[in-house]
Structure formats: structure tokens, C-alpha cells
């Protein structure tokens, strides 16, 4: 039985996985799990594979920082808190930046900074145990691992403020519904069902993901002009390369045929993917 709190896992289909493995603690954040977290993302950073799978061991993904470790400390509570929250932020924002996708299992409490981390993903997976909560102004602290950003991105300022302000615990059915997570599943087929997303990404056009996601990022800053015109350079890019060259072709061969003669479009198939 490994005795790291968060491990990197590379598999042959091209997944790299961080699996956060303390489950005996809910995966809390401590300093030694908030530093193995950053170290772990900046390894996967080098090399990510085709595509990264976020996900925790046992019942819980992240129940946010370790009070225990918080507590009893004195005036070195501040400069504790400030050293997990640093290192934990890095990973954050290496895993937001990562150039490929990035799919995020949750099952059970995504509490605290383990919903900033939850939110890291591109697609993120959840079981209908999962129940997101902030719960930061209950213990008289503020929101950290990018919560306050993301959240105001993917829901609004005003769903944002009810979470943040209230602590309000949201189901993985709600959380699907807000739009905070991608799709919910049962508890049985979270695990099976985020690793096929993720091995589905990974043995795409790599190139295509790539570029579509880094459009996808700029998208919300870029004024529109400035976006069309890099959508613009980006198919124009893609187009003439050779994997799309083959995928083009071999997506007008597979609607070719039926009453069609060979070589002929049927009348029925679309022969346009805009």
C-alpha cells in the first residue's frame, strides 16, 4: 500500500492520472499533501500524455484543509495556511494550464479547496454522492484555490455569491444542473465512465484538442474579433496538416456508400461538420 498522499500514474492508453491517496483523511490539504499536489502537477507538466484524469481514493475527493493541522498553531497559523494555500494554488493553476484535457472524478465531499481542484478540470465527472460546499465563512476563513474565479466564470455572480456567502451544499445532481459539473453518474460507474472520457480524449487528434482548448480559454477575454481571427488561424493551421487531411477523408468515406455509387456523397449523409 503506497504511503504518498497523491501520486501520478501513467497508463498505456495515454491517461496520465493524479490520484490524490489519503483517503483515511478525506484527502485533506496538510502541508506535506499541498506540496506532494504541486510537485505531482509539475510533473505531469512535463510530460502529460494525451490527456490528465483528476481523481481522489475512498469515499471523499477533497474535504478541503486539514483544521487539524491548522489548528493550535499560534501566530504560525497564518504562515502555515499561507504556505498550503501557495502550494496548492500552484498545482491549481498548472493543472488549468495544461495543454491537454483534463477530466476530474468527484465522489463524496468536494469541500473547501477540493472544489477549486474539483474545478481544474476541463470535464468534470461527478457521482451523485458528490456534495460541493465552500463552507470557508463557517470556520471564519475566505474561499482559496481559485474558487472565487472559477466560480464566478462557470455560474455567474450571482450563483457564485450564494455558494461563497451562504455555504449552501450542493448535490451532484444540482451541481449538473447549475452547470458546475459536466454530467452525473452513479457511484458504480463514476471511476469506469471518467476513465473512458479520458481515454477517448486521449487517442483523439491531440493537436486538434490542443489548439481548441487553448481557443476555448482565450475565448473568455478575447474580444470577438480578435477570437474569429484565431479561429481562423487555427483551422487554417489544423486543415492542410495530414491527420486532418486523413480524418476528412475518412469521415467522407464512412457517409459514402448505401444508395450512393461509390465515391458519391449519398443525398441523405451531410457532408459538413458545421
Not at 496538510?30 to 499536489?37: G, I, K, Q, W
Not at 474565479?149 to 456567502?165: S, V, Y
Not at 486538434?208 to 493551421?237: D, F, G, V
Request: proline content about 5%; hydrophobic content about 45%.
Amino acid at each position: 500500500m503506497s504511503t504518498q498522499p497523491v501520486r501520478v500514474v501513467r497508463h498505456s492508453d495515454g491517461i496520465v492520472e493524479l490520484l490524490l491517496d489519503d483517503p483515511g483523511r478525506g484527502n485533506a490539504l496538510d502541508l506535506p499533501t499541498a506540496e506532494a499536489l504541486r510537485d505531482a502537477a509539475a510533473d505531469i507538466a512535463g510530460d502529460p500524455g494525451g490527456a490528465v484524469l483528476l481523481r481522489a481514493a475512498g469515499g471523499n475527493f477533497c474535504v478541503g484543509g486539514d483544521l487539524r493541522a491548522f489548528a493550535g498553531r499560534g501566530a504560525e497559523t497564518g504562515p502555515y495556511v499561507h504556505a498550503v494555500a501557495t502550494a496548492a494554488h500552484s498545482a491549481v493553476r498548472t493543472l488549468h494550464e495544461l495543454p491537454v484535457p483534463v477530466v476530474t472524478a468527484v465522489r463524496g465531499a468536494a469541500a473547501g479547496g477540493g472544489i477549486g481542484l474539483a474545478l481544474a478540470g476541463d470535464i468534470v465527472v461527478a457521482a451523485r454522492s458528490a456534495r460541493f460546499r465552500l463552507a470557508y465563512t463557517a470556520i471564519g476563513l475566505t474561499p482559496d484555490c481559485g474558487a472565487t474565479w472559477l466560480l464566478q466564470r462557470l455560474l455567474g455572480p450571482r450563483r457564485a455569491a450564494d455558494l461563497i456567502l451562504t455555504n449552501r451544499v450542493l448535490t451532484g445532481d444540482e451541481a449538473e444542473r447549475w452547470g458546475l459539473v459536466s454530467r452525473v453518474v452513479e457511484d458504480a460507474g463514476l471511476d469506469d465512465t471518467a476513465h473512458r472520457t479520458a481515454a477517448a480524449l486521449a487517442a483523439g487528434s491531440g493537436a486538434a484538442l490542443r489548439a481548441a482548448k487553448e481557443l476555448s480559454r482565450a475565448a473568455s477575454e478575447a474580444p470577438l474579433e480578435e477570437q474569429l481571427a484565431a479561429e481562423a488561424r487555427s483551422i487554417a493551421a489544423l486543415a492542410g496538416s495530414a491527420p486532418a487531411q486523413a480524418a476528412m477523408e475518412s469521415f467522407l468515406a464512412a457517409r459514402s456508400g448505401g444508395g450512393a455509387s461509390a465515391g458519391r456523397p449519398s443525398d441523405q449523409e451531410p457532408q459538413s461538420v458545421s
